[in-house]
């Protein structure tokens, strides 16, 4: 209790007991508003999407894209994401793996491994992102195209 009392009701500016004064206490009280302020501008903005008020989910956004399915480093096949289905692919050493596209969303809804952790995976959306299997060597890419067109033109 002492520390408080001593923050603000010594009016010695000298006083080693005082940590606080009116002015300074206000300066800090400014300055910690003001970081808080620049840290939730970029999630006002939809920049980033790492500010203070962001969902975490950055610039992505979901649309409809292409599935490229990888089976032991091969192209097995590629699918249409607006299109709900479930695929069945024929993996490495007569494993196999189900992979269930709905709504836009992709994920293994089946798999012949014994760890179960590309079931248990969430289910994708945006470009980029992937689920492994490891043991069935099977990988599942969600593409999204590009729909700004080229990025830069060189001469």
């Known amino acids: 209790m002492k520390i408080?009392?001593?923050?603000?009701?010594?009016?010695?500016?000298?006083?080693?007991?005082?940590?606080?004064?009116?002015?300074?206490?206000?300066?800090?009280?400014?300055?910690?508003?003001?970081?808080?302020?620049?840290?939730?501008?970029?999630?006002?903005?939809?920049?980033?999407?790492?500010?203070?008020?962001?969902?975490?989910?950055?610039?992505?956004?979901?649309?409809?894209?292409?599935?490229?399915?990888?089976?032991?480093?091969?192209?097995?096949?590629?699918?249409?994401?607006?299109?709900?289905?479930?695929?069945r692919v024929d993996a490495y050493n007569g494993t196999f793996n189900t992979v269930c596209i709905e709504n836009g969303n992709v994920s293994m809804s089946s798999a012949s491994c014994h760890n179960q952790l590309c079931v248990k995976h969430a289910p994708i959306r945006y470009g980029g992102e992937e689920i492994i299997c490891l043991p069935d060597r099977v990988v599942l890419r969600l593409l999204v195209p590009d729909e700004e067109g080229y990025d830069a033109l060189s001469r």
């Open 4 to 87: 408080f009392r001593n923050l603000f009701d010594n009016p010695d500016p000298d006083s080693p007991g005082r940590l606080l004064g009116g002015k300074d206490f206000l300066l800090y009280i400014f300055l910690i508003i003001v970081c808080l302020i620049i840290s939730a501008v970029p999630a006002v903005r939809g920049g980033s999407g790492y500010g203070l008020l962001s969902r975490g989910d950055g610039d992505r956004t979901a649309a409809a894209g292409t599935l490229e399915i990888y089976v032991d480093g091969n192209l097995y096949g590629e699918y249409d994401t607006r299109t709900d289905r479930n695929i």
